[in-house]
């Protein structure tokens, strides 16, 4: 879809999130079908009968499917904030304990005219930030005590906006919906599995002699392969489709928080800062595609569920008007030592 713009661009991202989130839904009634086709492969009869009569019990699988879907949707919609608390063990700020923090979000705030969300902050030495919620009264960011004690002021505020743009552009519901719907995935899916594995077995067991009229059977073996076939498709597509939705977000956001600050330079030195210490322990995946940065990846970042920060660098540079952080060199480098600075005016020169 061509955008032109950062709105547009903001609009197209919804747009094509909506439709991925639409393709997870799938994925549920595909896993549905699956396991459909693993209990009617417990016959004897050929695979054409067997697909038949799962395709018929979809009938009255799919609403079945709708509901606990809809339930588990429901559940995570209420209680997800405190779940993500407990796992990461932050707790919630006000401005008296923590000023510097509360007033830098709240000048965001007021300078779009955005409700403020809450604050929490994780205790870890790693530098990390993520957003969460699922409406106004439930959007929270939560920040890392080593971010706070390794950025100056102007690179936490970038972190500040880049999370609020998260919110703005409701980013953050559309990924804590996809870890839902693919936490619905994962256990079913396993429930299936479990159950070919653990659960009745008659296409192990010997057959009795048939006779030509009856040899059309055979089919158990093939639908529980493709049963298999399926779910792990589906496991494979719901995480091609989490990846794709976090890393069309990150550079959106990135844009927002220089679009709200007017810094870029912020953000840039911001991200610098993160890359080197952003890994949260013990924290779920879920989790780390919401940060600022997820250094979690898979191999050859096939399968990273944000894009490289030197990408992410470049974007700023390019289109933002950023500059990257000149470092002052200290040692002789392979073309030898750096020239020496000019020497100041109206100082005498060396003979």
Same mark, same amino acid.
């Given at each position: 879809m061509q955008a032109y713009g950062l709105y547009t661009h903001i609009r197209a991202n919804r747009i094509r999130s909506g439709l991925l989130i639409a393709g997870l839904f799938l994925l549920v009634y595909v896993v549905t079908f699956a396991g459909a086709l693993a209990v009617e492969g417990l016959s004897d009869d050929g695979l054409d009968a067997i697909a038949g009569r799962a395709a018929a019990d979809m009938v009255v699988l799919v609403p079945l499917a709708t509901i606990g879907a809809g339930l588990w949707l429901s559940i995570a919609w209420q209680f997800h904030q405190g779940l993500i608390g407990l796992v990461t063990g932050s707790k919630g700020v006000t401005r008296e304990a923590e000023p510097r923090l509360y007033n830098l979000l709240e000048n965001l705030c007021i300078s779009r005219g955005v409700t403020m969300p809450k604050l929490s902050i994780m205790e870890t030495d790693a530098t990390n930030a993520f957003a969460?919620?699922?409406?106004?009264?439930?959007?929270?960011?939560?920040?890392?005590?080593? !971010?706070?004690?390794?950025?100056?002021? #102007? %690179?936490? $505020? /970038? +972190?500040?906006?880049?999370?609020?743009?998260?919110?703005?552009?409701?980013?953050?519901?559309?990924?804590?919906?996809?870890?839902?719907?693919?936490?619905?995935?994962?256990?079913?899916?396993?429930m299936v599995f479990r159950w070919l594995v653990n659960g009745p077995r008659r296409w192990d067991a010997p057959s009795a002699p048939r006779s030509d009229s009856n040899r059309k059977g055979g089919g158990a073996f093939a639908a529980i392969l493709i049963a298999l076939a399926l779910i792990?498709?589906?496991?494979?597509?719901?995480?091609?489709?989490?990846?794709?939705?976090?890393?069309?977000?990150?550079?959106?956001?990135?844009?927002?928080?220089?679009?709200?600050?007017?810094?870029?330079?912020?953000?840039?030195?911001? !991200?610098?800062?993160?890359?080197?210490? #952003? %890994?949260? $322990? /013990? +924290?779920?995946?879920?989790?780390?595609?919401?940060?600022?940065?997820?250094?979690?990846?898979?191999?050859?970042?096939?399968?990273?569920?944000?894009?490289?920060?030197?990408?992410?660098?470049?974007?700023?540079?390019?289109?933002?008007?950023?500059?990257?952080?000149e470092q002052t060199p200290t040692a002789a480098g392979p073309w030898g030592a750096p020239d020496p600075a000019p020497p100041a005016a109206g100082s005498e020169p060396r003979v």
């Open positions: 969460t919620g699922l409406n106004e009264k439930q959007y929270a960011i939560t920040v890392t005590r080593g !971010l706070l004690e390794t950025l100056d002021d #102007a %690179e936490i $505020e /970038a +972190v500040l906006a880049h999370e609020l743009t998260h919110i703005r552009n409701r980013d953050v519901a559309v990924m804590v919906i996809a870890v839902v719907v693919a936490g619905v995935l994962s256990f079913f899916g396993e792990a498709a589906a496991w494979f597509l719901s995480l091609v489709i989490r990846f794709a939705l976090s890393r069309s977000r990150e550079f959106l956001a990135d844009a927002g928080a220089v679009e709200l600050t007017k810094n870029p330079d912020a953000m840039i030195s911001a !991200l610098t800062k993160i890359q080197a210490k #952003a %890994e949260l $322990e /013990a +924290v779920p995946s879920g989790i780390m595609e919401m940060c600022v940065e997820n250094p979690r990846s898979g191999f050859a970042d096939l399968f990273a569920t944000h894009p490289p920060v030197s990408e992410r660098i470049e974007a700023l540079v390019r289109f933002g008007g950023g500059r990257v952080p």
